[in-house]
């Protein structure tokens, strides 16, 4: 047998496996209330693994400040004024709210631009086919999460279905940061963000599944 040498990395990974499957299950077959309701515990340990194992570049953290707050402003018009986004209103799943929108969400458009960037960057070597691959991954991960999220007490939009003007908006923004993100050429390095970003993808491709077939 081959030992294994754990390091920061590895570790990081194993946790957030942990967490990650613990939501899973407990959400299907346990006190899914409880396990929605620590949404918030989870997606701030991602955030901060993702800051404790992908900090080596010197642009990385303006980039992911740039994140948030681009996250955060945009999603205030949103909720606020209908803009961007369309008509909608973030429920208490997500904790702490300025001006509607819960500080999280910036979080996560910090985190999942990093993410997605991170990944279109070690598959491809060419600008702006690393901003088309990581638009793509932004966009498939919301296409996945909006049929579940009112569920989760996430959001809802007004009428009950995302809008078309929600997915044009998650492009333009999606674009915006994907594209600043490639240009000053914020190097992530390991597989923490690959993980991270599956994780997420089998998250919610579960929920997605039991929601359609026999609700959760």
């Avoid at 990385?60 to 955060?72: A, S």
């Amino acid at each position: 047998m081959i030992p294994v040498k754990l390091n920061r990395e590895i570790i990081s990974i194993a946790v957030i496996w942990l967490f990650h499957i613990s939501g899973i299950l407990g959400i299907l077959y346990g006190n899914s209330e409880w396990f929605i309701s620590a949404t918030p515990l989870n997606l701030s340990i991602n955030f901060v693994l993702l800051l404790i194992n992908c900090n080596g570049h010197k642009w990385f953290f303006p980039m992911v400040v740039l994140g948030f707050l681009t996250g955060m402003i945009t999603e205030i018009l949103g909720v606020q004024l209908g803009w961007i986004f369309g008509d909608y209103q973030y429920g208490d799943a997500l904790g702490l709210k300025v001006f509607g929108v819960p500080l999280l969400i910036g979080v996560n458009w910090a985190l999942l631009t990093t993410i997605t960037g991170a990944i279109a960057q070690q598959f491809y070597q060419n600008f702006f086919m690393r901003i088309v691959i990581g638009v793509g991954l932004m966009i498939f991960l919301d296409l996945l999460i909006e049929p579940i999220a009112p569920v989760l007490d996430f959001w809802v939009f007004d009428g009950g279905e995302a809008p078309l003007q929600n997915y044009i908006g998650w492009t333009a923004v999606a674009l915006f940061l994907q594209s600043i993100f490639h240009y000053f050429r914020v190097s992530v390095q390991g597989w923490f963000t690959h993980q991270l970003y599956l994780l997420q993808i089998i998250f919610f491709t579960i929920l997605l599944i039991k929601q359609t077939t026999i609700g959760i």
